[in-house]
């Protein structure tokens, strides 16, 4: 059974870059998933950032996030990378990434319970 485990948050200055990863657990693969990112602050419902096909051919990014947040992916490594630059205290969230078997907009990817599987999250904190 596919299990995510996301790496990578800290604390980060404003202005500064993280780049966070979403990897499969030991005897298990992301190569025939699509993979989403989601974040989640404190108070704040859970947000789509963007998501990206088994390939990694092919993404797409909510509005709201377009420009700074870029998604991609290593099927060699098993694992996808969501790489944020000029961080803002905004950003400061939980970040989740989670698997589907089939590419759809970010929107509609989790959009029932029970189509993605979720890993446990990492938290990324930006402040000065």
């Known amino acids: 059974q596919l299990q995510l485990v996301e790496s990578g948050g800290g604390l980060v200055q404003p202005g500064g870059s993280l780049r966070l990863s979403c990897a499969a657990a030991?005897?298990?693969?992301?190569?025939?998933?699509?993979v989403g990112w989601f974040r989640q602050a404190p108070g704040k419902e859970r947000e789509g950032i963007g998501s990206?096909?088994?390939?990694?051919?092919?993404?797409n990014y909510a509005d709201s996030v377009r420009g700074r947040f870029t998604i991609s992916r290593d099927n060699v490594q098993n694992t996808v990378h969501l790489q944020i630059n000029s961080l803002k205290p905004e950003d400061t969230a939980v970040y989740y990434c989670?698997?589907?078997?089939?590419?759809?907009?970010?929107?509609?990817?989790?959009?029932?319970?029970?189509?993605?599987?979720w890993g446990q999250g990492t938290q990324v904190t930006v402040s000065s």
């Open positions: 989670a698997a589907r078997d089939s590419y759809t907009t970010i929107t509609a990817m989790c959009a029932r319970v029970g189509l993605c599987r």
């Open positions: 990206i096909n088994y390939s990694g051919d092919s993404t």
């Open positions: 030991s005897g298990s693969t992301l190569n025939y998933y699509a």
